[in-house]
């Protein structure tokens, strides 16, 4: 039986991967913050083929060191654990920091300690493909082959720069340590865009979810005279995206290639015509914004192309409308159950 060690086994996606991991039969040993997280986590896997290692703070030096040492069955590592969030104080202290160190940690432990480790993921994301700024940027073209960047004075202005910024410097500085001397795994990146898309487990649907899924939670709680920003950018599902893991280390093709998971462009306002579409016992209850704007509302960013990615991984990418819909059943299931 393959062992995978997976880093922020707790995470809205790792929880995804993990769960998939589980389900596929694999081994998998889980980094966490506390005990606590580890135990609600192998309870909501109910499965004997997990097992968690506490690594209470990532940026630590050798943080993962005892945990890898633990484990010397482990032969395919990946790196989930990075911050995301933008409602913080210090951009440089709260996110740059403990994306390039927790990366930097984590690949020297697997480097220093685990030589039988031959096949390395590292959770990325479309901000280290492009900035903030030219992501909205009609006219510009981005791929799998394109980098954000951004420099470090550039990147502490405020907390969105800060998280682009991180992201493309750790997933910069991942390739760096793949090609150090001494390396025996060869590394594969997974970039995804804006991640919506139902929890692994029901217990993980509370009033305040992840950032992303957010968007979609606060149009069905905000009330029928609610007011929402009308965000734009790239979609993905999360379970699309944790398939993506397991192929880029299952498969010989996904080495040394970088997986741009999107699956086109969405706006607030087109997620909230899905919801009125789909859910009655919402109308009236929800806002109804400016029905129909969605395709003018993505009009304005720039072109994407993960054609290259598409034809790796071989398997159709869930539409918009399979991830509202299915996030939003989630939430209701979810609240009807509490009634």
């Known amino acids: 039986m393959v062992s995978v060690f997976v880093t922020g086994?707790?995470?809205f996606i790792a929880q995804?991967?993990?769960?998939?991991?589980?389900?596929?039969?694999?081994?998998?040993v889980g980094t966490v913050r506390s005990a606590a997280?580890?135990?609600?986590?192998?309870?909501?896997?109910?499965?004997?083929?997990?097992?968690?290692?506490?690594?209470?703070?990532?940026?630590?030096?050798?943080?993962?060191?005892?945990?890898?040492?633990?484990?010397?069955e482990v032969t395919v590592a990946m790196h989930t654990a990075s911050p995301f969030t933008y409602d913080i104080t210090d951009p440089e202290?709260?996110?740059?920091?403990?994306?390039?160190?927790g990366t930097r940690q984590a690949l020297t432990s697997i480097k220093k300690y685990g030589p039988q480790i031959t096949r390395v993921v590292v959770t990325s994301s479309d901000a280290a493909v492009?900035?903030?700024?030219?992501?909205?940027?009609?006219?510009?073209?981005?791929?799998?082959?394109?980098?954000?960047?951004?420099?470090?004075?550039?990147a502490i202005k405020d907390p969105v720069s800060a998280y682009y910024g991180a992201k493309a410097f750790a997933e910069k500085l991942s390739w760096e340590i793949a090609k150090e001397t001494g390396v025996n795994f060869t590394l594969s990146t997974v970039n995804p865009v804006y991640v919506f898309g139902p929890q692994a487990f029901i217990s993980e649907v509370k009033e305040q979810l992840n950032v992303s899924n957010e968007l979609i939670h606060h149009l069905i709680k905000v009330g029928p005279e609610g007011k929402f920003d009308n965000d734009k950018?790239?979609?993905i599902d999360v379970r699309d995206v944790a398939l993506a893991h397991v192929a880029a280390f299952e498969r010989e093709d996904t080495k040394n290639k970088r997986?741009?998971?999107?699956?086109?462009?969405?706006?607030?306002?087109?997620m909230l015509d899905i919801i009125n579409k789909n859910f009655d016992e919402l109308k009236g209850k929800i806002p109804v914004g400016t029905p129909g704007s969605g395709p003018e509302d993505i009009s304005t960013l720039a072109t994407v192309n993960n054609e290259k990615t598409k034809a790796l991984l071989g398997f159709e990418f869930r539409s918009l409308d399979t991830i509202v819909i299915d996030t939003v059943k989630q939430i209701l299931d979810v609240r009807k159950s509490k009634i």
């Open 16 to 28: 995804h991967i993990v769960k998939l991991l589980v389900e596929k039969k694999y081994k998998v």
């Open 259 to 270: 997986l741009f998971m999107t699956n086109g462009h969405f706006s607030t306002q087109a």
């Open 9 to 11: 086994a707790s995470g």
């Open 37 to 72: 997280k580890g135990e609600k986590l192998q309870e909501s896997l109910g499965a004997d083929n997990f097992q968690y290692e506490i690594v209470p703070d990532i940026q630590v030096e050798g943080a993962f060191d005892e945990a890898i040492k633990n484990h010397p």
């Open 233 to 235: 950018g790239g979609f």
């Open 93 to 101: 202290k709260d996110l740059i920091l403990p994306a390039l160190e």
């Open 130 to 154: 492009y900035s903030a700024e030219d992501e909205q940027k009609k006219g510009l073209y981005f791929d799998e082959s394109s980098w954000n960047n951004i420099s470090r004075e550039e």
